[in-house]
C-alpha cells in the first residue's frame, strides 16, 4: 500500500514536471515572436547600426541556438538539456550562459529568503507572545 501511493505520487511529480516544462517551451513560440532577430533589431537601434546583413546575423543565430531545425528536434533536444540541467547560452544575454546568471543570482536568492525567513518566524513569535489568547491555546503563556 505504502509502496503504491509513493510510485503513484511520484508519476504525479513527473507528470507535472513535463507539463511545466512543455508550456514553458510552447508558450513562447506561440507569440509568433523572433527573439534573435527582436534582440539584433533592439541592438542595432541602441547602436545606431544600418540593419544591413540583418538577415546573415539572423540566421547564424539561429543556427547556433539550434532554431534553424524543426519543432519536434527543437522540443527533444530542450528537455534533454533541460533534464541535464543544461540550459545553454541566453538569448537575452549572449554570450553569457544561464547557468552564470543564475550562480549570480543564487546568493543573493538564498541571502533574501533567510533573512526573510527569520524575519517572520521572530514576528509570529513576537505576535503569539503578545496575543494572550493565542499565547494560552499556543501552550506558552507567559
Not at 25 to 33: A, I, N, R, V
Request: hydrophobic share 45%; proline share 4%; charged share 20%.
Amino acid at each position: 500500500m505504502q509502496l503504491a501511493y509513493i510510485a503513484r505520487r511520484f508519476a504525479v511529480f513527473l507528470l507535472i514536471v513535463w507539463l511545466a516544462a512543455t508550456l514553458n517551451f510552447f508558450l513562447p513560440k506561440l507569440s509568433g515572436q523572433d527573439p534573435v532577430r527582436a534582440k539584433l533589431l533592439q541592438s542595432a537601434q541602441l547602436g545606431g547600426y544600418v540593419h544591413a546583413g540583418l538577415e546573415d546575423m539572423v540566421k547564424e543565430y539561429d543556427q547556433r541556438f539550434g532554431l534553424d531545425k524543426p519543432l519536434w528536434r527543437q522540443y527533444l533536444t530542450y528537455l534533454r538539456d533541460t533534464s541535464h540541467l543544461d540550459f545553454n547560452y541566453s538569448i537575452a544575454n549572449y554570450p553569457r550562459t544561464v547557468r552564470e546568471m543564475v550562480s549570480e543570482a543564487v546568493p543573493w536568492t538564498v541571502g533574501l529568503l533567510g533573512i526573510t525567513t527569520l524575519l517572520s518566524f521572530r514576528s509570529a513569535h513576537c505576535w503569539v507572545r503578545c496575543s494572550p489568547g493565542l499565547a494560552r491555546r499556543a501552550g506558552c503563556a507567559g
